[in-house]
């Protein structure tokens, strides 16, 4: 039998021997599970409490209330290597946060996308940050750094992991001098050029890109022809990327760089102060330059979409919508409709709205 084209194939029956032996998994974990809650109950953080906390975490680090107990134990251990020293001395808790921060290293190549696990571990490095010295602390989100470094180039689309690149970048930020941290921003937005010409898919590059321009450009106190500078610099990098105009994520951005000359949002943008001229100057350009991508991708969405929001952006600009353009959204609409039939009424809505 077939359903949906996929052949049905009949699961292999498990011995009584396996069956015996995923119960006694099951009875295992429930144990272990049992185990752990006690302790933490009574409050034994011992380092046999965290052993075990480890152990389940190995076997299901989704399990966030696991988590928290691991941070009682951590925090625990903490107390007690403060209050049993003899003289002032922080290396104990920086073997100890070492060697958590170690124990995490194999969860995360197995679980990247496992919030509980990133955000455990920023804790930990936060409380580097309050519990030892500066070179020490700073030293771990150095290291932190060239981790996510890593796991970005094994996969370059884990949002996770460019979220928590930014939260390290910031840290590092506050925790340097001035002047070293004044190029990181600069050194970031290059990474994010150079992950975006490995793989053009990668949206989650894109959007740290947004992230760092206006960042960027207010720590270097821009003047009104950088900003516009830069404009040109990411229109002709968003050109050069829609070569494949079947990629949504590169029109996420071209969608975005398009506040840059809408009269609502231009003033939050990386180039707030465009007259009207040159909005409109750089709106009509741009409709031409989608055209000619239309030219051999008639059969792609985005094209059109991109065509009708320009052309509608001409119109807020102007104060009104004329004629030629009012009949040439409604011919784009028209194929919208035969290429996106799931999304019939929204474009019928948006018909009326002309």
Same mark, same amino acid.
């Given at each position: 039998m077939a359903s949906h084209g996929v052949r049905r194939f009949k699961p292999v029956e498990k011995t009584?021997?396996?069956?015996q032996q995923e119960l006694q998994k099951i009875e295992d974990y429930r144990s272990l599970e049992r185990q752990v809650s006690e302790k933490v109950a009574n409050h034994?953080?011992? %380092?046999? %409490?965290?052993?075990?906390?480890?152990?389940?975490l190995n076997r299901n680090p989704e399990y966030y209330t696991i988590w928290n107990y691991r941070r009682q134990a951590m925090r625990h251990q903490f107390s007690e290597i403060k209050d049993g020293a003899e003289k002032v001395t922080t290396q104990p808790i920086l073997e100890l946060i070492k060697n958590d921060l170690i124990f995490l290293i194999p969860l995360l190549r197995s679980f990247p996308k496992c919030y509980w696990i990133w955000n455990y571990r920023l804790w930990l490095l936060d409380e580097a940050r309050q519990l030892l010295p500066l070179t020490d602390a700073l030293q771990l989100w150095q290291e932190e750094f060239a981790l996510v470094g890593k796991m970005l180039t094994l996969d370059g689309r884990n949002f996770h992991g460019w979220g928590y690149r930014r939260l390290v970048v910031e840290t590092l930020k506050r925790l340097q001098s001035p002047e070293d941290a004044m190029g990181m921003t600069q050194k970031e937005f290059e990474y994010a050029k150079k992950m975006i010409g490995a793989?053009?898919?990668?949206?989650?590059?894109?959007h740290y890109r947004t992230k760092l321009i206006q960042r960027l450009l207010d720590e270097q106190a821009a003047t009104d022809n950088e900003r516009r500078a830069m404009l040109d610099d990411e229109l002709s990098l968003i050109h050069q990327a829609l070569i494949d105009p079947y990629d949504q994520s590169v029109w996420f951005y071209h969608q975005n760089l398009l506040c840059v000359f809408d009269p609502d949002t231009a003033r939050r943008t990386m180039a707030p102060n465009l007259t009207t001229s040159e909005r409109l100057q750089y709106l009509r350009q741009e409709i031409e330059n989608i055209q000619e991508i239309l030219d051999g991708a008639e059969d792609c969405k985005y094209i059109y979409q991109a065509l009708i929001e320009t052309t509608v952006l001409v119109s807020k600009v102007t104060g009104s919508l004329s004629p030629e353009d009012r009949d040439q959204i409604l011919s784009w609409l028209s194929e919208l409709k035969q290429l996106d039939p799931l999304r019939q009424q929204r474009w019928a809505d948006f018909e009326r709205t002309l």
């Open positions: 009584p021997e396996e069956r034994d953080y011992a %380092t046999d %409490t965290l052993k075990k906390i480890s152990d389940l793989n053009l898919s990668n949206f989650s590059a894109w």
